[in-house]
């Protein structure tokens, strides 16, 4: 049987709204805007979670969430308006990082993604725009408006949680895109290489069945990653070699995604994961990999 309400509608309303190219005039001069604003590079690592290995948007907006939510509870208990109104600050005060976090990982996306991603920042910014009156009313002892301006507030901000569901479990932005990779190579020692074939210093594209690793060789040391980048799965094979204090990475081609060869460490954004790593072996001088 299939869940409640209407899933075609949905489905059909989510496809449109990917394809409303009409949203372009609006997404691609603010794309440039937000990379010409949040440029440091440190910066945007940090905004992408690369210090981490995780993306920051979704704790911070589960943060930002969770405060508006119980402060919606508490808006429908008698006597609550202190803590409410608390709840409703903080949730704003958490509001403008949440936001630049996920305006900034935002830039980075595809077309059809950012035209969901724009209607999910447009609701957000109007949601936080009524907690921002709401905020003003509570504070000046007007408990009742400050409570349907939360109530509105609150509506539309689920109603944005939506899309960005959908930005992320539907189109797959800001996921790791290289993990589901893993599940494509059988358990077991796979040969990838001869060692006396690789070049010192220079990675090279091979595959496990039909899944393209990188192979690295550095002196004796041999280690293989995925190939298909982690953040939108470009070709790293195709990626620039550049030294990160004394460690070769491996520079994506199509956002800068910039990755240690020797582990997948992920050095720079917007990839917000590590690039996986294979287990390696050498055998009769033939680099075997297996799962990690
Ligand atoms: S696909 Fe975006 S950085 Fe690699």
Redesign the pocket.
């Known amino acids: 049987m299939r869940g409640q309400g209407n899933p075609e509608l949905m489905r059909q309303l989510m496809t449109r709204l990917e394809q409303a190219s009409g949203l372009d005039r609006i997404s691609d001069p603010l794309q440039r805007a937000l990379q010409a604003v949040v440029k440091p590079r440190t910066l945007r690592d940090a905004l992408h979670g690369v210090p981490t290995g995780h993306a920051v948007h979704p704790a911070l907006a589960s943060f930002t969430l969770g405060s508006l939510t119980s402060a919606a509870i508490l808006d429908l208990i008698r006597g609550q308006e202190v803590p409410a109104t608390t709840l409703v600050g903080v949730g704003m005060t958490a509001a403008p990082l949440t936001a630049l976090a996920g305006a900034t990982d935002w830039s980075?996306l595809d077309k059809e993604q950012r035209r969901v991603g724009l209607v999910h920042l447009a609701a957000n910014v109007v949601a936080l725009g009524l907690y921002g009156g709401s905020l003003l009313a509570r504070l000046n002892g007007d408990h009742s408006r400050g409570r349907m301006l939360g109530f509105a507030g609150f509506g539309l901000l689920n109603a944005s949680a939506y899309l960005g569901g959908h930005l992320a479990y539907v189109q797959g932005a800001q996921v790791n895109?290289a993990a589901t990779e893993l599940h494509r190579i059988s358990d077991g020692w796979h040969p990838v290489a001869d060692v006396s074939a690789l070049p010192h210093g220079m990675p090279v594209s091979r595959s496990i069945g039909e899944v393209p690793v990188l192979v690295y060789r550095n002196g004796d040391s041999v280690s293989v990653l995925l190939e298909?980048?982690?953040?939108?799965?470009?070709?790293?094979g195709e990626?620039h070699v550049v030294d990160i204090d004394g460690d070769a990475c491996v520079e994506?081609?199509?956002?800068?995604?910039t990755f240690r060869l020797r582990d997948g460490l992920v050095m720079h954004?917007?990839?917000g994961s590590d690039q996986p790593v294979l287990r390696t072996r050498i055998v009769n001088d033939v680099v075997e990999a297996n799962l990690p």
């Open positions: 980075e895109q298909r980048c982690g953040h939108e799965t470009g070709p790293l990626g994506c081609p199509w956002h800068g995604s954004g917007p990839a």
